[in-house]
Every structure is written in structure tokens, then in C-alpha cells.
């Protein structure tokens, strides 16, 4: 207690000043909360100072504006003051990416880096790591982590995977700490069906992949739209951007388009020339030759808003995206099914690394463990229920402010959208959301509202209505591991970035080519060869020495 109250004294005596300093309201001092978990969020006793430097979010200005902040002097520098005795200094905070690693850079030369220090926006967060890495800038902060981590945090990164940490991987310790990003929602790993095509068609919503070939076919050779015209629509969209959203025809053959991936032997190999990605291309072949995929389709959202479509291949939010077709024809449904296998083994969706930017902390600093606690910290705050004052105070106010901007240091939890779609359905199944708070209240009432006869909030019961929803499909992958993640988040090899563009090239030409029938199935081995021959090989080296480092 007595703690505690040094820290309010300390806290006044920093205040006081800028009282008659600054115009408009002030942040208000916090209490201490005295629940915190001493063991691993105790607080310094007298204050303890930490520089830092962080990215700027143009958002945050108006915010400033409108609470009457400076980043000084706010509800997260106020409140981390009085319950953790830490007094957050901002060196440097920067908006345009480039400048912002131009001052790093510099400081790098110079020596002087903040305490913690925000490296942000991979690939290029890499590339510091590294350089910092190499100005011995770096602390090993693992056992910090060990030591002090709360069970919430380190749920995080076990959910997240342990690819999180390879970029900051040297001579296996792990040198920074990670936000993370639920990369699953930015994942295609989802097809978004016509359902009222199938009913139209008298058809099921498919369960296997001959199924799901089946209804590309109908709903090209039949009249799903029921406009009385056979063979005007398609099943799925083919277009210039089709090796972004194509990739889930791949996954289905387990193939990984673009992606690093761990073969059998425990070597990474580069998914786009692996042999399953020719069954894929065969796949493709087959339905082009027989005119499922349409040679002219220039814009397949357009096709597919457009109701000339009835598949988009997407991702799990997507309900929201396809809410105009539902606003136009009232009659339009789609379903969110996962990704279809072709053979017993379940398919798998690619994904990104769920890491975009990386906490270092200065060997210099006296305190290396704060990096920790203040991530347990944001944690715990963003545990409190949204009508707690804190929660209010600093994560998201009445007006919708995005005050968790202004924590030094964020993490969040790979799947949160799938908790709240299991506890959305069981509310749902209980008619009843007494036991929902916040943002899930919401989602049931919005879910609530289309059920009741409104259309316009259809696309929430796509994404949260129950156990067909595809936010709750979403958790098979995530119960399962079954993202499959690029291995590879290091830095490109000198050849890799010369050769980037040229391999890139042969690959979606040639693929191309196969699928157009302009060259047989067997091109595919002959740019595999080209692929090795231009410099593959040599990335494929590089890439598997710098595993067997990461691996340790
Ligand atoms: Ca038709």
C-alpha cells in the first residue's frame, strides 16, 4: 500500500505543472487498481523511467484534439504511471514508414536507441532486427519473458505460432517480443456459396470436393439465377486477380501458392513447385477446357455482386462484403463453407506469419522486463468488461475512439472473433443474451435484427449466426493448426530480391499457359526446372540454412 501511495504523490507532483501548462481538459489521474497481479505486473518503487519509440496512426491526432492529450500526458502514460510505477518517456513517433526507419536507422549509427523500441511493417522489420542485431542493440529478453509472462500472454503467442519469433531469432535466442495479428482473417479460406442457387438446383451444400466441382458445373450448365437462360452464369470466377483468391483451389490439393512450406523431410520448400500444385493446375485445365471458367471475366467481384457468379472464394469476414447482393435481391443467400479436400486429408488455408511488428529492448535499459509487463498489462486491461471504467478510460470510448492507440505496447489473441461466435451461438441457441456483454451483446442484436425481418443486417448473421456461421466454421482451423503458415520470415537473400520478380513471373505466366490449355500439363515440369535454373535453387539454400538457424 505504502507503494501505492508514493505513486500517487509522484504521480501529482508530475501532473501539477502542466495543469497551468496546458489548455483544455486534462487526462485524469488514476487510482491504482489493486487486483494487479504482482508477480508479473509488480510495480517500481520510487518510478522508474522508460524511453520508447513507436509508429504514429493519423487517427491519433483528432483523438489528442478532442481528449485534450499529448502522448506525455494521457490515460495510458497516466494510468501505467500510478499502477506500475513506470513513467513512459516517447522519443520518436513517426507516421510515413519511411522516415520512421530513416530516424531508426540513424539512431542505430548513433547508438541511441530508446529503452523499447516499435519495429513495425514486415518485411523491412526484419531487416532492422538484423541490422540492430548486428550494433549488438538487441537483449535477449526470453528469460523475462519466462520469468514474468501472465498465462494471458503466453496463450497469445502459443495460439499464434512459433513462427512469430523466427525474425527475431539470433544464435537461438529470441530477441523481441511481437504484437500479433490475426492474419486467419486475412486468409481465402473460405468459399461463399449462392444458397439459393443450390435450392434452385435442388442441390446440396456441397461436402466434398467432387461436390463442389459438381455445383461449379450446374451452376455454369443450368439456370441457378432461374432468369430462364441456360449457361449464363458461372460457378467460379477467374480473372487477372485470380492468383490471390485462386490459391484456395490450390489448398484444396494441398498446394500452397507463394508460400514457404515444410516438407516431409523437414526442409522448407517453395509451395507453387511442389508436385501437388500440378493436380491443382490439372484441376483448373479440366474446367477451363470445359468452359467453367470464364475467359472474358475482367473483375470477379463485379461478377459476383453482379449475381453472374456464384461462388466467392474469401475470407471469413466476408459477409459484410457481399451484403449489397443480399440489399439488391432480396432472395440472394449465400453459405460460408471451408475449403474442400480432395483426398481424406483435410485441406488447409495459407496464411501469413500472425506477427507485423516486433518490441526490442536496448541491452542499456535497467528494466528489460517492463517490455513484458506492459504487454500483460494492455492484456489485462483489454480483459476488463467493456462497460468497466478503465476499459472505457483506454481502449474504446463512447464516442468509438480508439484509445488502445496509445498503449505503448499491444498483443491480441489469434481467434477472438471465434470466441464471440461461440458464445453469439450458444446465446442464440438460449434465446437469451443476459450473458453477453459488450460487442457480443451487439452482434446478437444485430443477428437478432436480421431474424427479425431485416435485410440489412444479413451479412452479421452470415458471420455470427450460430454454428454454420463462418466465424464459427473458423474455429475447426484454429482448434486444429490447420493454417498453413509461410515458414519463411526472414530476410530475402540478395538473389532472392534480384530473382523475385522473374520467378514470380514464369510461375503465373506458365500456370496461366496450363490452365488456357496453350501447353500441356507437363509444362509444369519444365518450369519447376527454369524455376530451379533462374535462381530457385540458390533461394532454396538460403532459405534452409536460415531455418536450421531459426529452428536451433
Ligand atoms: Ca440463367
Keep these: 500500500m505504502k507503494k501505492r501511495i ?4 509522484f504521480l501529482l507532483i508530475l501532473v501539477f505543472p502542466m495543469i497551468f501548462s496546458a489548455c483544455g481538459p486534462q487526462a485524469e489521474p488514476f487510482t491504482p487498481r489493486q487486483e494487479l497481479d504482482q508477480a508479473t505486473m509488480g510495480g517500481y518503487d520510487p518510478i522508474i523511467k522508460i524511453t520508447y519509440a513507436r509508429p504514429w496512426f493519423s487517427n491519433m491526432t483528432q483523438t489528442l484534439y478532442d481528449k485534450g492529450w499529448t502522448m506525455e500526458d494521457n490515460n495510458w502514460t497516466s494510468a501505467i504511471r500510478a499502477d506500475l510505477g513506470i513513467k513512459m518517456q516517447l522519443v520518436w513517433s513517426i507516421a510515413d514508414s519511411a522516415e520512421y526507419f530513416a530516424k531508426l536507422t540513424g539512431s542505430i549509427a548513433s547508438g541511441a536507441i530508446p529503452d523499447i523500441t516499435n519495429i513495425h511493417a514486415a518485411p523491412s522489420a526484419y531487416d532492422y532486427l538484423q541490422m540492430l542485431e548486428n550494433n549488438d542493440l538487441l537483449t535477449n529478453i526470453w528469460p523475462y519473458y519466462e520469468q514474468y509472462a501472465s498465462d494471458e500472454l503466453k496463450e497469445c503467442y502459443e495460439l499464434a505460432g512459433e513462427e512469430v519469433f523466427y525474425p527475431a531469432t539470433f544464435g537461438g535466442e529470441i530477441k523481441a517480443l511481437c504484437s500479433i495479428l490475426g492474419s486467419e482473417n486475412d486468409s481465402w479460406s473460405f468459399y461463399w456459396i449462392r444458397k439459393d442457387w443450390l435450392d434452385n438446383l435442388n442441390m446440396q451444400v456441397p461436402t466434398t470436393f467432387d461436390e463442389f466441382v459438381e455445383v461449379i458445373k450446374a451452376f455454369h450448365d443450368k439456370d441457378p439465377d432461374n432468369d430462364g437462360i441456360n449457361g449464363n452464369t458461372y460457378g467460379i470466377p477467374f480473372d487477372a486477380s485470380f492468383f490471390a483468391y485462386g490459391a484456395t483451389i490450390f489448398n484444396s490439393h494441398h498446394a500452397y501458392l507463394n508460400t514457404w512450406v515444410e516438407l516431409e523431410d523437414g526442409t522448407l520448400g517453395f509451395g507453387s513447385i511442389q508436385p501437388e500444385a500440378k493436380e491443382a493446375l490439372s484441376t483448373l485445365r479440366e474446367l477451363y477446357a470445359g468452359g467453367y471458367l470464364d475467359p472474358e471475366m475482367t473483375n470477379y467481384e463485379t461478377a459476383v455482386k453482379g449475381g453472374k457468379c456464384g461462388i466467392w472464394p474469401g475470407q471469413v469476414h466476408n459477409g459484410l462484403f457481399l451484403q449489397p ?31 507485423y511488428q516486433y518490441y526490442t529492448v536496448n541491452p542499456s535499459c535497467k528494466n528489460p522486463e517492463v517490455l513484458v509487463k506492459l504487454l500483460n498489462y494492455y492484456l489485462y486491461i483489454g480483459s476488463l468488461d467493456s462497460d468497466d471504467e478503465y476499459k472505457k478510460d483506454m481502449f474504446t470510448d463512447e464516442n468509438a475512439a480508439e484509445l488502445w492507440q496509445f498503449a505503448p505496447v499491444t498483443v491480441s489473441k489469434v481467434g477472438e472473433n471465434f470466441e464471440r461466435a461461440k458464445k453469439v451461438a450458444e446465446a442464440l441457441n438460449d434465446g437469451t443474451k443476459e450473458n453477453l456483454k459488450g460487442t457480443d451483446a451487439d452482434v446478437y442484436d444485430w443477428v437478432m435484427a436480421y431474424r427479425n425481418g431485416d435485410n440489412s443486417q444479413w451479412g452479421w448473421d452470415k458471420i455470427y449466426g450460430g454454428e454454420q456461421s463462418s466465424e464459427y466454421l473458423m474455429g475447426h482451423y484454429i482448434e486444429n493448426g490447420l493454417y498453413m503458415t509461410n515458414k519463411f520470415v526472414g530476410n530475402k537473400s540478395d538473389n532472392m530480391q534480384a530473382t523475385e520478380s522473374d520467378l514470380n513471373l514464369l510461375i503465373t505466366d506458365g500456370f496461366l499457359k496450363i490452365i488456357r490449355g496453350e501447353e500441356p500439363l507437363d509444362y509444369f515440369d519444365v518450369i519447376v526446372d527454369s524455376w530451379e535454373n533462374m535462381g530457385g535453387k540458390e533461394n532454396t539454400e538460403y532459405v534452409n540454412d536460415w531455418y536450421e538457424n531459426v529452428k536451433g
Design 325 to 355: 447482393v443480399k440489399d439488391k435481391n432480396s432472395n440472394a443467400d449465400f453459405v460460408p463453407i471451408r475449403l474442400l479436400s480432395v483426398d481424406d486429408e483435410e485441406a488447409r488455408p495459407q496464411a501469413n506469419i500472425n506477427s
Design 6 to 9: 508514493v505513486s500517487i504523490l
